[in-house]
């Protein structure tokens, strides 16, 4: 492998990691449950979006903060701020839901294959 490609995996196995310790710190350190702290990075996300540091963050990270739930924020801030820039404000709210759309669906068809296979029950 190139050294290139080396240094890329690192830093995207560290950005990603350090973005699992800080969730991590704060599930410690907090009373915040996983999902407040997921909405906090979500929001963290459209933030960075929205300001413009998404993404010189994405060309640094990569796939380090476009996987988890923060890039998932980024995306529905460029899908919103997109569609309003194209037909005006009332694209901010289709926007990011039009962005998000194939992984919206894939999870959702994913959700439902792994009930098919496991059965899942509630405790």
């Known amino acids: 492998m190139a050294q290139k490609e080396i240094l890329t995996y690192l830093i995207v196995f560290v950005s990603g990691g ?3 310790a800080l ?3 704060l599930i ?10 997921l909405v906090i990075f979500l929001i963290g996300g459209i933030i960075l979006e929205t300001v413009g ?5 994405y060309k640094l990270c990569e796939s380090g903060v476009s996987i988890p739930i923060v890039g998932f924020g980024a995306s ?3 899908g919103a701020i997109n569609l309003a820039q194209e037909v005006g404000w009332i694209g901010a709210f289709a926007g990011g839901l039009k962005q998000t759309a194939y992984g919206i669906g894939a999870a959702v068809v994913a959700s439902y294959l792994v009930t098919l296979l496991f059965s899942p029950k509630s405790k």
């Open 18 to 20: 350090l973005l699992c």
């Open 23 to 25: 969730a991590e710190i």
């Open 28 to 37: 410690i350190k907090t009373k915040l449950t996983p999902a407040r702290i």
């Open 53 to 57: 540091l998404y993404k010189p963050l």
């Open 76 to 78: 529905l801030a460029k």
